[in-house]
Nanobody, 125 residues
């Protein structure tokens, strides 16, 4: 059973923006931190962001820092990934997953690898 449902992907030109959404299949988040990962064609899953369930702390991979922002809605029903200044190397399938803890860390270990369906982001002219 998939934990989350991702949406918002699509085709966008370099320099463009997309906002991805993540909703729990159960309808409610628990107290886990939520990470966004992506998988480019032929490559491993790459952690790109984390948002904590407690305190609102965030962590970003260097490759997206300053361009991507992860956030939660006011009701805690959705986790977002706002992606700006997109580059072709951002292309991939994006997934949201739980971390084993309520807070983020300085790395992308301890995330559950429940990839589910994901949402495809294609950055191309």
């Amino acid at each position: 059973q998939a934990q989350f449902v991702e949406s918002g992907g699509g085709l966008v030109q370099p320099g463009g923006s997309l906002r991805l959404s993540c909703k729990p299949s159960s309808g409610k988040f628990d107290d886990s931190a939520i990470g966004w990962f992506r998988q480019a064609p032929g490559k491993e899953h790459e952690g790109i962001s984390c948002i904590g369930a407690i305190g609102g702390s965030t962590h970003y991979a260097d490759s997206v820092k300053g361009r991507f922002t992860t956030s939660r809605d006011n009701l805690g029903q959705t986790v977002f990934l706002q992606m700006n200044f997109l580059k072709p190397e951002d292309t991939g399938v994006y997934y949201c997953v739980k971390r084993e803890t309520a807070s983020c860390a300085s790395d992308f270990r301890r995330f559950r690898e429940d990839w589910g369906q994901g949402t495809l982001v294609t950055v191309s002219s």
